[in-house]
């Protein structure tokens, strides 16, 4: 598995993300209210959506807790995904799918707790978690660092998120990518840039006072 070392991609047009898939967690639809009648229903539309987002020579960044189960259950998840898949280790993960490097390198591209990226000359930290404060969110607007994030499922049911108080605190240049957030669907690095920097206009005119 790889270690905590930075990749570099000049071209962000074939790079996705996504988190907190749950696939085969039948729970989960409890916990976060997601719109589904079972886990078979659930996990056929994250496939689905999956699939019609990312095309077969895609990069998907996925940032933890990919699926309940055992290798097996990964497994049959994961070969029937598009695109080649960097996962970064969400709390789930630690005690489902594989559990040694053998079989982690059988689904994924590596493994990883963290990782540290550069896409289109912009520095983006990738971790399962928000984090309340982290290097380069101080920097001019032009070299800011992002940070993305999933783990707390945010979204149209966030009321129902036992950390989406938490989420008052983030800095406009965090976001969720997990599939609660993002109608069940990976978002492509230029939609996150755009949102990102929407966040930042939106924040610099509340500051600014105009907005109403």
């Known amino acids: 598995m790889a270690k905590n070392f930075q990749y570099r991609y000049r071209d962000g047009s074939n790079v ?11 729970n989960i639809i ?24 990312v095309p077969e020579d895609g990069l998907v960044f996925h940032l933890g807790d990919f699926a309940w189960g055992g ?3 990964w497994k049959a998840v994961r070969e029937r995904l598009n695109g080649e898949i960097v996962l970064i ?20 591209k590596f493994v990883t707790p963290q990782l540290h990226i550069e896409i289109e000359n912009r520095a983006v930290i990738l971790n399962h978690f928000p984090f309340l404060c982290y290097g380069g969110t101080y920097r001019a607007e032009s070299n800011v660092v992002y940070q993305l994030f999933g783990h707390v ?28 957030n993002n109608n069940f669907t990976p978002v492509s690095w230029h939609e996150v840039d755009a ?10 005119e509340i500051k600014n006072g105009e907005t109403e």
Request: aromatic fraction near 12%.
């Open 16 to 26: 996705f993300f996504t988190s907190d898939t749950h696939f085969r967690h039948d």
């Open 89 to 108: 280790k969400g709390n789930h993960d630690f005690k489902n799918g594989p559990q040694n490097e053998f079989e982690a390198s059988r689904l994924f």
């Open 195 to 204: 949102i990102i920097k929407e966040q930042i206009k939106k924040t610099k």
């Open 153 to 180: 499922h945010s979204g149209p049911n966030a009321e129902h998120g036992l950390d989406v108080k938490r989420l008052a605190h983030l800095f406009p240049t965090q976001y969720d990518v997990g599939v609660d």
């Open 71 to 73: 290798y097996q259950d």
């Open 30 to 53: 409890r916990f976060c209210q997601r719109p589904f009648e079972n886990v078979e229903e659930m996990n056929e539309k994250l496939i689905e959506n999956w699939n019609a987002k």
